[in-house]
DNA sequence: CTTGTTAAAAGGTACGTTTCTGCATGGTGA
DNA sequence: TCACCATGCAGAAACGTACCTTTTAACAAG
């Protein structure tokens, strides 16, 4: 049997549209990308041979031959143990989801890989970019893939001068300093620190915005620190926080769960929230809505992340970017609630009575 | 310039390895892909040479000729307009978590793709299989990848004569039961039912799953129903619902905030949990725990869901099936808390379910 | 009649692998 | 010596597409 109509097997190809069309290969190439000089009646009539024959494009040919891809590389450095150990659950859900949607606006698809340097896993996926969450200083794959010319845009600011295409990232020492301003304001005096023992930007960043805040305001600095990715060792390190002899009468927690960590422990130690303790913590999490009381929460902002991550990555993909290194700040969103306001004891919904009342 | 020395950009190919190291290209594939018969000499040669160059094989290259990509694609059936609308969170997280590590473990990468049927993304991607959460019935989609032969497995029972390689899901009539027993046991007289207006497999299983029990032990159903992906409306049905003239004493929810949605509105009506409202609600999140009071929780097990969807994929994928669809239902959890325990102040320990009961 | 111009379509090569087939070489049993 | 086989390696054909180059036809202008 002849190259031509050797294979029955398997899906059509273009040459079997260009054959069942009476065409050549490179006219219904043209006809379905829209390229060349075609009168429309060709282009018609191929897209109509090739819907009838149910042919796809082989996304490898084509990978193969224009070197796109069209799949961006999606990854989160982990801590601990298990390959995907994501301790900012919300967060990462959040950015992760509108970074897939405004890839899948521009035409391209997210691959979720790990972040060690495993190079089966890598070399085994054709990436047109990279979007590194929170990476290591000096993280080997980083390293890597921008040595081979793939674009890498981070999520958080990259330490050890990591050579990306770009990041984004809040401003962490601002948003800390702004959310100890509205704790004083709302009378605390001794302002405690839930913190991380970890040494990534946020980790750091964070705590060391608290402690020049405490400097300049004349605090002796309270703080307690765990193993961000240990749940279990949260709720110890809140337990621990209100347990000393100088309990602060107001904490930040800078991890998703410590609101309602923090909120057991007052229980514990039989203080009100916000009457004896004024209590903020930096979540994406509904549920401190509807705690009791509510929590006030320092938003990330993780989808205006997620979206602004990959248009710098695709920008960069496709040349639209001038060559340099672009770095975007987005601003940090303080949801203020129950738990940080003393005075105003008015809650903002009327309770509607129901039947048979207390 | 010929053909062999042509290329000083770009990457090193398999042909500069080959002169790199004076041997042929297949020499050079085999030594790399531990095939063919070669000296260990030649290989670590060859091994050698390629480190020493950067090389890394073409992924697209491997993927037309081998026909492989080693990427598989995650979708979510979604509600409501914005492309990711997953309601139940903790749940989706977790399971994309588990099947991600599950894939990796096996030399695959997950691509998260729309569950729409935009053409020009899914065929822009060589998937070697795909997972589909909670698929609808006669998923467009899902016909067509499967029509051209690409394995299909779903979380979640497919409807609709669905023609799935396989599907995972939980025994969700079972667990209801059970856990309607459980409320019964506690001293629950009248059990009411937070649920959605979806169509999909979870809601409908479980609600006639609720409505039968409801008929066996001669109760009148009470339930409210409200859109899942709309998290307003689930505080407003639970609202609904405790404000009827046949409040109920227990209730189940089937989304994961209506546990928080209901302790809200219980204390609104000035109902103690778990002394005047018995509460459990279907969840992963862990927040349950460290509520006041702690709220039983249903898990569904979606780490186990996820390992075993991609492990039935990739057993399909490489042929290790015997080629009928495959079914496989995990079992569900319920995690006793206060909310659910009348009479024992005690905590943690579940009680052995028996199948007695009555 | 020649030449230039343009639309329409065909030819053919390259993308970088994997793998089938085949060619030497040297050792072994008959 | 010869046939035979295992070993170690090379040649070359695909895989399916995109795109650069060329051909053909038609037609207007010189």
């Known amino acids: 049997m002849s190259r031509s109509t050797g294979r029955r097997l398997g899906r059509a190809g273009i040459r079997d549209v260009a054959a069942a069309a009476g ?17 429309d009646a060709t282009r018609s009539h191929v897209r109509e041979v090739a819907d009838r024959l149910g042919y796809r494009p082989s996304a490898a040919a084509r990978t193969l031959r224009t070197g796109k891809s069209g799949l961006l590389g999606l990854t989160v450095t982990t801590y601990g143990d298990e390959p995907f150990t994501f301790t900012e659950f919300a967060y990462f859900a959040e950015m992760a989801r509108a970074a897939t949607s405004a890839a899948l606006a521009r035409g391209y698809a997210l691959v979720i890989l790990p972040a060690t340097s495993r190079h089966d896993v890598w070399s085994n996926v054709a990436l047109d970019g990279t979007v590194v969450i929170d990476p290591a200083d000096g993280d080997p794959v980083v390293t890597e893939l ?21 990041w984004v990232d809040n401003d962490h020492e601002a948003a800390v300093l702004g959310l100890l301003d509205h704790l004083a304001d709302a009378g605390a005096r001794r302002i405690g620190l839930l913190t991380g023992t970890t040494t990534d930007t946020y980790t750091r960043l964070s705590t060391t915005a608290y402690l020049h805040w405490c400097e300049r305001v004349g605090q002796d600095p309270v703080y307690e620190s765990y193993p961000a990715h240990d749940p279990c060792a949260g709720a110890v390190a809140a337990d621990r926080l209100l347990a000393r002899p100088d309990r602060p ?6 991890f998703d769960p410590n609101g309602t960590d923090l909120l057991a422990a ?3 130690y039989g203080l009100r929230v916000p009457e004896d303790l004024l209590l903020v913590c930096c979540s994406e999490s509904t549920v401190y809505a509807s705690t009791e009381p509510p929590i006030t929460t320092l938003s990330l902002k993780p989808r205006r ?11 960069a993909i496709e040349g639209l970017d ?4 672009i770095e975007q700040v987005i601003p940090t969103d303080l ?15 009327s309770p509607p009575r129901g039947p048979a009342g207390a």
């Not at 009468?249 to 800078?254: I, S």
């Not at 997620?306 to 920008?315: E, F, K, R, S, Y």
């Open 23 to 39: 065409v050549s290969i490179t006219t219904v190439s043209d006809a379905l990308n829209g390229k060349g000089r075609l009168p």
């Open 146 to 166: 921008v040595r081979h010319g793939i674009p890498v845009v981070s999520d958080g600011r990259p330490g050890g001068a990591l050579p990306v295409t770009g």
């Open 249 to 254: 009468d107001a904490v930040y927690g800078l």
């Open 266 to 268: 007052a229980r514990r």
């Open 305 to 315: 992340i997620g979206t602004a991550v990959v248009q710098i990555l695709i920008d």
């Open 322 to 325: 001038n060559g340099l290194p």
């Open 335 to 349: 949801i203020v609630r129950t738990s940080s306001q003393r005075r105003s004891a008015r809650t903002t919904v």
